[in-house]
């Protein structure tokens, strides 16, 4: 049993495990290796032991989902795209992160926010815009959740993402990590990140039902100054949740995360459940912890930089036209080169013999 609750998160082809002082990253790379990564997690902020305490964790966590997690996946995606040669500069990628967050507040925030005004309209009911609120907010984050599943490529990074739960139940039975201990276990996971916004949401629903009714931009307002606030305690209740799982009072009560990672994952392919098991040793190799005995032993290579992998596919391409060049001028000057006549034999040719 590690002394440290590890968690994680899927990642394009792949899998980033956060331990106590770092993330390790393994991806399955296009021509079927896997590769890894690590980023310290032990430094700036990260090093103040307030980061740690409690409420401030919480909102360390979502600091690290929104950049530290998008920014791996942007990467991850990338690992992908390089094989065809394509690059996504630090440009893009930025613009990513923010359209990503802009879009997260407007869509699980404000929208609901939009509607819930207009449907309730001039009632004199202080309660009913904000459980209009709470029902919008709670049917786009399902019904999003749900069409992501159905596109092919999101419904393999939810297996990956069972990938992940499954490796991490099997070192918290203190099993050694091999695909068929890995199996044994759900892909369902109490401390889920998509549990924990789960509890967010209802947070919400409670937090905003408490403001009462206030003219539109200070509703605006609150809603987006809020949103720490409410994260810092979910990741608390989310905690204290997993904590005292068995208890009948808390399973009822986060029951719901439970049924949402019904979508959010699916039982993966051992392929993914290898790269799992290697992001969850490289995150305990980073945190100087011992990695349990009797594992796979599963090659892995250090990640290329950025661009690395589309520069040697441009390389390979060039060749290859190179080569088709020459072949091609080759085969040119043989047909332009003239041919002798071929020798007269017809009077030279002996007699036949009788």
């Known amino acids: 049993m590690p002394r440290y609750s590890y968690g994680g998160q899927a990642l394009i082809e792949g899998v980033m495990m956060r331990g106590r002082d770092a993330i390790a990253v393994a991806l399955r790379s296009p021509d079927g290796t896997i590769i890894v990564a690590d980023e310290r997690l032990d430094t700036g902020f990260h090093k103040n032991a307030i980061s740690r305490a409690p409420f401030i964790r919480g909102l360390v966590i979502l600091y690290e989902t929104l950049f530290v997690g998008t920014r791996w996946l942007i990467r991850s995606a990338s690992v992908q795209a390089e094989e065809e040669g394509v690059e996504l500069g630090k440009g893009s990628v930025a613009i990513m992160l923010g359209v990503t967050a802009v879009i997260g507040v407007g869509l699980f925030f404000l929208l609901p926010l939009g509607v819930a005004s207009v449907a309730a309209g001039t009632s004199d009911n202080p309660f009913l815009q904000h459980i209009i609120e709470g029902l919008v907010r709670v049917v786009l984050f399902i019904g999003y959740l749900a069409v992501l599943s159905r596109t092919p490529d999101v419904s393999r990074t939810f297996q990956y993402h069972g990938a992940e739960h499954m490796s991490i139940h099997t070192l918290e039975a203190g099993l050694p990590l091999r695909i068929e201990n890995v199996r044994k276990f ?169």
């Not at 606030?229 to 986060?254: C, D, H, K, Q, T």
Request: charged share 20%.
């Open 186 to 354: 759900p892909t369902a996971h109490p401390r889920c990140g998509t549990e924990f916004l789960v509890v967010v949401v209802l947070l919400s629903i409670v937090a905003f039902s408490l403001i009462g009714r206030l003219s539109p931009v200070m509703m605006i307002g609150s809603r987006i100054l809020l949103i720490p606030v409410i994260a810092a305690v979910g990741y608390e209740l989310l905690r204290l949740g997993a904590r005292f799982r068995s208890n009948p009072v808390v399973r009822v009560v986060m029951w719901p995360g439970m049924l949402v990672q019904m979508i959010t994952t699916k039982q993966p392919t051992d392929a993914m459940i290898e790269v799992a098991i290697v992001a969850l040793e490289e995150a305990l190799k980073a945190d100087g912890e011992p990695v349990p005995a009797d594992g796979l032993d599963l090659a892995r290579f250090p990640m290329p930089e950025p661009g690395a992998l589309a520069a040697k596919v441009r390389e390979d391409e060039a060749a290859a036209a190179d080569t088709a060049a020459a072949d091609a001028a080759a085969a040119d000057a043989a047909a332009d080169a003239p041919v002798a006549p071929a020798a007269d034999t017809a009077d030279t040719a002996e007699p036949p013999v009788a």
